[in-house]
């Protein structure tokens, strides 16, 4: 049978070129465990869990047939007003793990509307408060938050922002944590915990009673896996306390056993008041995100509507709590439980790590860093920022491994089920495309 030719021309691709796409299109056509294989049937490795959505691996049964019976029982029922036995039932499950505290579990589809609701989440509580006058939010340059106008905003990718400086709302930048003396540094750095006095400085220019919370990734993920100084998450929190201000993890990429605990929060021990997750919240396997948030927030929230039916507050999405989501996550977390998969990841991260800082000494190495089944490798830029980075990640494409590109950096996290022989395979391809890079 002739393969049926695929028309390029209509589908407009997300944070791609897509006219050099079309040119030498890169695709999966199926994936199982680890591997991801092209339409031509060439085997790709996942070295970046698709994009750090699939630690389980990929083409999970039990996924599938949760979904499959989910969506022959009920396959959709709206959340307004309504609702489903089975979004009750995750929240609880997501309560055993989550931390101490974060209790409370608000649903949407993606990292974006997560990042959206918890910022929405903030500014009902201040007013609720009767401090409606705090609207301002504080993230930090490099972060990445997704791209609804809310993540837009606070946004330290400035290629993300600066385009849309329209519809864009208040924010000020921290600066970011890498600093010159971390170069190559695995795990915590030493050094940099003083960056965290950026909030300190921004409530007294600003006024802290205008700002409404501090948005940071515990590991900036996106921009290529900067690991926070230790001390510096401790002092984000004493800060925030000290100001008023609400403390913010957006854990999309961190959350799920990434870190080797359930949440970079617990691994670095520091408690925010609300906390945004996504990606292997389903294993990747259906699009939900969702904001995890104390009990006394949400009752000051409550509180404020009175003795109204009016809903606490005014936002949510039609796909909020999809059912056959949540049949997804509660899949997912069956296997995350089942198979130790979060212990796997902590008892796997030094031979991962050892492996991603074997590459040290090729040139066109320029830093590596890594924590828990994450890992960045800076790469000596070319004449254009960012060339080198989408050049080297096609060439790895084609040597057999799917990595993500931002910029110069690559961005490594491969699924907790990885054996110790593919992740083994992973550093080859690496130094074997970065070997030969000019
Ligand atoms: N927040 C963080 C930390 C992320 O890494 C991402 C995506 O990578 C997002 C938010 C946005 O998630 P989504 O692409 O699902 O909207």
Request: aromatic content about 8%.
């Amino acid at each position: 049978m002739q393969p049926t030719q695929t028309n390029f021309e209509n589908h407009w691709m997300p944070f791609t070129n897509n006219r050099a796409f079309r040119e030498t299109p890169q695709m999966f056509a199926r994936a199982e465990g680890v591997h991801y294989f092209t339409p031509e049937g060439n085997d790709v490795l996942d070295g970046s869990s698709g994009l750090f959505c699939t630690p389980a691996g990929h083409g999970r049964r039990e996924i599938a047939d949760a979904v499959h019976a989910q969506l022959m029982t009920l396959d959709y029922t709206p959340h307004f007003q309504r609702a489903a036995p089975v979004s009750f039932e995750l929240a609880t499950r997501l309560s055993q793990i989550l931390p101490e505290g974060l209790d409370r579990v608000f649903f949407a589809s993606s990292g974006s509307e997560a990042v959206d609701s918890a910022m929405k989440i903030c500014l009902s509580y201040h007013r609720a408060k009767g401090e409606g006058q705090r609207n301002r939010f504080v993230s930090r340059n490099w972060g990445y938050h997704g791209v609804n106008l809310g993540g837009t905003s606070l946004a330290g990718m400035v290629n993300n922002r600066r385009e849309f400086a329209g519809v864009t709302c208040d924010v000020v930048h921290m600066r970011h944590t890498w600093r010159e003396d971390q170069r190559y540094t695995p795990g915590q750095p030493e050094t940099g915990a003083d960056l965290a006095d950026d909030l300190e400085e921004i409530c007294r220019n600003y006024g802290a009673e205008t700002i409404a919370g501090v948005f940071v990734e515990p590991i900036a993920g996106s921009i290529g896996t900067i690991v926070p100084p230790k001390g510096y998450l401790e002092r984000l929190r004493a800060i925030a306390d000290k100001y008023g201000l609400l403390l913010i993890f957006d854990e999309v990429i961190t959350g799920f056993g990434r870190t080797g605990s359930a949440f970079a929060a617990e691994e670095f021990a520091v408690t925010p008041d609300l906390m945004t997750m996504a990606k292997a919240l389903t294993n990747g396997a259906v699009p939900m995100s969702a904001v995890a948030t104390s009990a006394a927030i949400q009752e000051t929230v409550f509180a404020a509507a009175g003795d109204t039916d009016r809903p606490e507050l005014f936002h949510g999405y039609t796909y909020s709590a999809h059912p056959v989501a949540c049949a997804a996550a509660l899949a997912a977390l069956d296997i995350y439980q089942g198979e130790k998969l979060f212990e796997r990841s902590r008892a796997l991260s030094p031979v991962f790590l050892d492996l991603i800082f074997g590459l040290r000494n090729l040139a066109q190495v320029t830093d590596l860093r890594g924590y828990g089944m994450m890992a960045g490798i800076q790469l000596k830029p070319a004449e254009t920022p960012g060339l080198k980075g989408s050049q080297v990640q096609r060439a790895l494409f084609d040597a057999g491994l799917h990595v993500k590109a931002t910029g110069d950096a690559l961005i490594v996290a491969p699924a907790f089920v990885s054996s110790q022989s593919e992740l083994e395979q992973m550093a080859d391809i690496l130094r074997r495309v970065l070997g030969r890079t000019e």
